[in-house]
């Protein structure tokens, strides 16, 4: 999939200049407040006109006002996931799914209900009424009503924002399964990063109606000058591993990934299989040698390839093997180590990264 978009859009006092290309499973906007996600999502749905600019999908050319193309909200085959379900209270299940594919244009591939009621889990409740579901149920029924609509992207803005963190464990396994199926790209709106982490390729960082950086996870996740990010307390970098093997003994897991091997607390995980692993930067120490007498395991060496001073500490971006780790210190502990870009130094990645 990818994504074209070029806006510019006031709204009050707010203007919205954004100019990115997102290709991927998933993209999420993310930044705080008031960034501007929601007007983008909007405007690629056609539910506002942008002052100026452009909007494709895969090359189909949704908006463009220099060539005064606007093709109508219901013609772009767009798939809208609101924060709360917006079923049909009088209609049941059933009928607000089919309801999705009554919108289905003749000749788009269109998933068949079974396979969207298997994927979703929602067998069991095609008969009831909405009032009778609960909020994690209700998102599921939103998301399949969506997705019968044969969508060629699926819009989803702040989807588990309503749900208390028990409904959002219930759902998000089935949005991760939905990407990783690969059945329609998904522009995905989140003010939560662990949400981003579990589920995008890609990542679009909003703030004040500007794009302040994009790219895919992995590789904004792993820089320290990254704005919005860097600020944050669980700042660090991101990847994805191979599960080798299991030692149940000894209750640990090996993994493989691009900053080499680690020894995680055991994963219930398939041997073969793989992991995305969110390296939070306050679990990560630096030792100028390697050290002695220490009881973690992970102790691999890098170097350092920048420091950036946050309002947590400094920030210590660590070239490590293929890939890139990031270490909080504080000032104190970065003078008493003496670090400068190019310094050769060993990580230890702490195992609370894994929790
Ligand atoms: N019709 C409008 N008139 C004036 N200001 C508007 C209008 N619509 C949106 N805004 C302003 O535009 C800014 C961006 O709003 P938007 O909803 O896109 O942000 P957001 O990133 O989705 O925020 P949130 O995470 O809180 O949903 C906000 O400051 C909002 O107050």
Redesign the pocket.
Known sequence: MSLDLDLLHR????T?EVAFRAEGRVTSLF??????????VNAIAGLLRPARGRIAVDGTVLLDTERRIDVRPHRRRIGYVFQEGRLFPHMTVRQNLLYGRFFAPRGAPALALDTVVGLLGIAPLLQRRPRLLSGGEKQRVAIGRALLSAPRLLLMD?PLSALDDGRRHEVLPFLHRLAEEALVPIVH?S?RLDEVVELASHLVV?DG?QVRAAGAVEDLMGRVDVPVLAARQDAGAVMGFTVLGHDDDDGTSLLEGPIGHLTVPRLDAAVGSRRRLWLHARDVLIATEVPKGLSARNILPARVAALAEGPGGIDVQLACGRGQLIARLTRGAVADLGLYPGLAVQAIVKSRAFG
């Open positions: 709204a009050g006092d707010f919205l930044g705080p407040s008031g960034a501007g996600k929601s007007t983008v702040e709106v003010h909003l109606g």
